[in-house]
């Protein structure tokens, strides 16, 4: 539970998101015109509704921005070049399912030439032992 009480995959408003960070609501207005991904729900009378992902976020920008220096420039980077690492590591994960598909069908030929040549070398022994 948080400490407004409520289960922390319940949506928060602005004010509860300002109470428990400690940050103005106008502040994190001009977060969300700076840091595209965090996009609250926004309900009738443009109300905001943060989910936990929003909330969670908001938790890193303000570490970054007020404990670790950074700048809001630089936290942008830090998210961008995040969300192309993990680009790159979906790219190479389909790389690698690609690769492995080639050498299952590599190992099936194998295994299917085997197999033919077992059964050849079979059929030619029950021909000798058999007459």
Known sequence: MSR?????QAFRTI???SEELGIPQHVLRFWETKFKRLRPLKRGGGRRYYRTEDF???????????TDGY???GVK?????????LNTTKSSASKNATNFMKDMSYDTREIEKIVSELSNLRDMLRGKFSG
């Open 71 to 73: 700048t809001i420039k």
């Open 77 to 85: 980077k830090l998210f961008e070049d995040s969300e192309n690492n």
């Open 15 to 17: 004010r509860e998101v």
């Open 56 to 66: 969670e976020m908001l938790k890193t920008i303000q570490k970054l921005l007020y």
């Open 4 to 8: 407004n009480g409520k289960s922390p």
